[in-house]
């Protein structure tokens, strides 16, 4: 149960981390109220859209989620670069996959698996949460020194390298695709400061 939050915030909670388990297809609305400890007429009541109101805005706390974890990995960087910040974000799923292999997914990339090509508002907030994850990323690249054209593209590279190699190590159940991603990618992007200078 996730304490310290209201019905409707635990909720949303527990069908992101759900999410993250199993995939939409997987993740039944009683789990979702078993798992948030709340009461089962709360579903209709909080969600009357039904289960596609309900990952959506789960989709929608994960794209929030990620966008202040940037905040965060920068805070406790010594000496904050590109690279650094990519390994940052990545230390984060390595860890989980150690400690947690069938939990750790990103329910943003699991909506869009399994309901992207058949949910037309599911593909939208999908959009949206990597749209708001990649704007901090952006932004602490510029602040590093980065050229404005390239902040941008450079965020959904690194988004998407995080993204795809998190796929590849679940599969694999082992975080080879992940420290190959930061050993690869992070000279390429501490490389992009130089062009600002």
Known sequence: MVSGRG??????FSAAQLLR?????????R??????????GSLQHYFPGGKEQLVNEAVEWGG???AERVGRFLAELPEPSPGALFAA?????TDE????????GCPVAAAV?????????TREAAAAAFARWARPVARALTDMGVPAARAEPLATLMISTLEGALLIARAERDPRALTTAVAELGPLLDAAVAEGT
Request: hydrophobic content about 45%; cysteine-free.
């Open 31 to 40: 789990e979702v109220v078993a798992h948030a400890g709340a009461p089962r």
């Open 64 to 66: 929030g989620y990620a």
């Open 97 to 104: 996959l150690a400690s947690a292999p069938d939990a750790t």
């Open 113 to 121: 698996v399994d309901r992207a090509g058949s949910v037309e508002s």
């Open 7 to 12: 019905p409707r915030e635990r909720m949303v």
């Open 21 to 29: 388990r199993g995939g939409v297809a997987a993740t039944g609305m």
């Open 89 to 93: 974000m990545v230390r984060q799923w």
